[in-house]
């Protein structure tokens, strides 16, 4: 089959290469006028269902993982006050996308490089932004403008992998609507070569946490530049969670620009920065305050809810993955996993139109059954963090909601 995946992040590259691999012709639109992603360098964590992914599917079979077995809670005043065994695998989004783009299109990186073969039967046009689809009994088509010139493109099915914003999702259910849930959430980076000894034994091997009133801090440690593992050149990845009714100004970038949901780093007002910088040094524990202090480029994002109402449209014609589906609060640390699912599950469901029509009701079922618990969970843990007393050690536990039989995936060979 003539696939068309909008979106060429990781949510489209994970469906668009399970797809490739059953022979399928795969062709990414992206709207990003570069033809590789500058990624904000943050941090993620790989799920069980993102590991299963890279067993399958990666054929460069580099290691991107790094283990974190401790989760650790600080008081104020930077004390140890309650620790817990965990088995969690921290990456970074950028290694995870080189990965995923090696494979996919076979693009050569410092990350990952793969044989010369690696791209057939795939495209990826960046720069390519939907304006309008037309959808009949036996087709799609995607009306899309490249470099201001208008551009259409056919195929059998189309997978909207356009992000919590979809224009996929607008253009074909508009009363969906993304919701602001009064809290953004900062991100930002330090190398581990820079940080103090002292700090090194509070955030390697582990995730640690503070929480007080109307705020959550964790960080954690991640791929460094180019992917690397080795302790000394590794990152360490911080996320803080604050209330804002009105995100406006933080929202406004330094040159004046207002953005709906993220603003990228490099971009963020010098005034926001220097208030959160001193909001930090009164508010937070010691060893977060000289993370926050020492980091560069921070970015911040408003955290949202949304969920549309069905996965498939126009009989299994387009279909919704990864955020365009169901965007999870970053608590959780599932959107990548719900993405690799996807993936997973059109790779056992879709391997032709036949096929996929006689699955097509399991995966609907499937699929937004891990959605609703995505969502549902996320809200959970942000009303709990952000408007709360969170207890440290109580059952409300921050990161994946437990996985159940829905969520199994074939471990066959690819």
Same mark, same amino acid.
């Given at each position: 089959?003539?696939?068309?995946?909008?979106?060429?992040?990781?949510?489209?590259?994970?469906?668009?290469?399970?797809?490739?691999?059953?022979?399928?012709?795969?062709?990414?639109?992206?709207?990003?006028?570069?033809?590789?992603?500058?990624?904000?360098?943050?941090?993620?964590?790989?799920?069980?269902?993102?590991?299963?992914?890279?067993?399958?599917?990666?054929?460069?079979?580099?290691?991107?993982?790094?283990?974190?077995?401790?989760?650790?809670?600080?008081?104020?005043?930077?004390?140890?006050?309650?620790?817990?065994?965990?088995?969690?695998?921290?990456?970074?989004?950028?290694?995870?996308?080189?990965?995923?783009?090696?494979?996919?299109?076979?693009?050569?990186?410092?990350?990952?490089?793969?044989?010369?073969?690696?791209?057939?039967?795939?495209?990826?046009?960046?720069?390519?932004?939907?304006?309008?689809?037309?959808?009949?009994?036996?087709?799609?088509?995607?009306?899309?403008?490249?470099?201001?010139?208008?551009?259409?493109?056919?195929?059998?099915?189309?997978?909207?992998?356009? =992000? +919590?914003?979809?224009?996929? @999702?607008? $253009? /074909?259910?508009?009363?969906?609507?993304? &919701?602001?849930? #009064?809290?953004?959430?900062?991100?930002?980076?330090?190398?581990?070569?820079?940080?103090?000894?002292?700090?090194?034994?509070?955030?390697?091997?582990?995730?640690?946490?503070?929480?007080?009133?109307?705020?959550?801090?964790?960080?954690?440690?991640?791929?460094?530049?180019? =992917? +690397?593992?080795?302790?000394? @050149?590794? $990152? /360490?990845?911080?996320?803080?969670?604050? &209330?804002?009714? #009105?995100?406006?100004?933080?929202?406004?970038?330094?040159?004046?620009?207002?953005?709906?949901?993220?603003?990228?780093?490099?971009?963020?007002?010098?005034?926001?920065?220097?208030?959160?910088?001193?909001?930090?040094?009164?508010?937070?524990?010691?060893?977060?305050?000289?993370?926050?202090?020492?980091?560069?480029?921070?970015?911040?994002?408003?955290?949202?809810?949304?969920?549309?109402?069905?996965?498939?449209?126009?009989?299994?014609?387009?279909?919704?993955?990864?955020?365009?589906?169901?965007?999870?609060?970053?608590?959780?640390?599932?959107?990548?996993?719900?993405?690799?699912?996807?993936?997973?599950?059109?790779?056992?469901?879709?391997?032709?139109?036949?096929?996929?029509?006689?699955?097509?009701?399991?995966?609907?079922?499937?699929?937004?059954?891990?959605?609703?618990?995505?969502?549902?969970?996320?809200?959970?843990?942000?009303?709990?963090?952000?408007?709360?007393?969170?207890?440290?050690?109580?059952?409300?536990?921050?990161?994946?909601?437990?996985?159940?039989?829905?969520?199994?995936?074939?471990?066959?060979?690819?």
């Amino acid at each position: 089959m003539n696939i068309i995946v909008v979106g060429g992040s990781l949510a489209g590259l994970f469906v668009g290469l399970s797809l490739k691999r059953l022979g399928h012709h795969v062709h990414i639109l992206e709207r990003n006028s570069l033809p590789l992603f500058q990624g904000n360098g943050a941090g993620i964590f790989a799920g069980e269902e993102t590991r299963l992914f890279i067993k399958k599917f990666d054929r460069s079979k580099r290691d991107l993982t790094i283990p974190t077995t401790l989760l650790r809670y600080l008081d104020v005043h930077g004390n140890e006050i309650h620790r817990e065994n965990i088995d969690h695998q921290a990456t970074s989004w950028d290694l995870l996308y080189h990965i995923l783009r090696a494979n996919f299109d076979g693009i050569k990186s410092a990350y990952c490089q793969l044989p010369d073969d690696t791209g057939g039967n795939t495209g990826y046009d960046y720069d390519a932004n939907v304006t309008d689809i037309e959808v009949d009994d036996d087709s799609v088509t995607i009306f899309y403008e490249q470099k201001n010139e208008k551009q259409s493109i056919k195929g059998d099915i189309l997978i909207a992998a356009d =992000g +919590a914003s979809s224009r996929i @999702r607008t $253009l /074909i259910d508009p009363n969906i609507e993304r &919701n602001y849930v #009064d809290y953004v959430v900062w991100r930002g980076t330090v190398p581990e070569s820079d940080i103090s000894e002292s700090l090194t034994s509070t955030f390697i091997g582990g995730v640690t946490f503070f929480h007080a009133p109307e705020i959550q801090f964790a960080c954690y440690t991640i791929p460094g530049q180019n =992917g +690397a593992l080795d302790q000394g @050149r590794r $990152l /360490i990845n911080w996320v803080w969670y604050c &209330n804002h009714a #009105d995100p406006s100004e933080i929202l406004t970038d330094c040159h004046g620009r207002k953005h709906h949901w993220t603003v990228p780093r490099g971009k963020v007002a010098h005034k926001v920065w220097k208030d959160l910088k001193q909001y930090a040094n009164s508010n937070l524990p010691p060893q977060f305050i000289e993370l926050v202090n020492a980091t560069q480029l921070p970015f911040v994002q408003a955290v949202s809810d949304i969920l549309a109402t069905q996965a498939c449209y126009y009989n299994g014609r387009v279909v919704l993955v990864g955020d365009a589906l169901a965007g999870f609060r970053p608590h959780t640390a599932s959107a990548t996993s719900q993405a690799a699912f996807h993936g997973l599950q059109l790779w056992e469901k879709m391997q032709s139109w036949s096929d996929w029509l006689k699955n097509r009701s399991s995966y609907e079922d499937i699929v937004m059954k891990f959605a609703r618990q995505g969502v549902e969970h996320g809200q959970k843990l942000g009303h709990a963090s952000q408007f709360e007393e969170y207890k440290v050690g109580g059952k409300i536990k921050m990161g994946y909601m437990a996985a159940n039989e829905d969520r199994s995936v074939s471990e066959g060979s690819e």
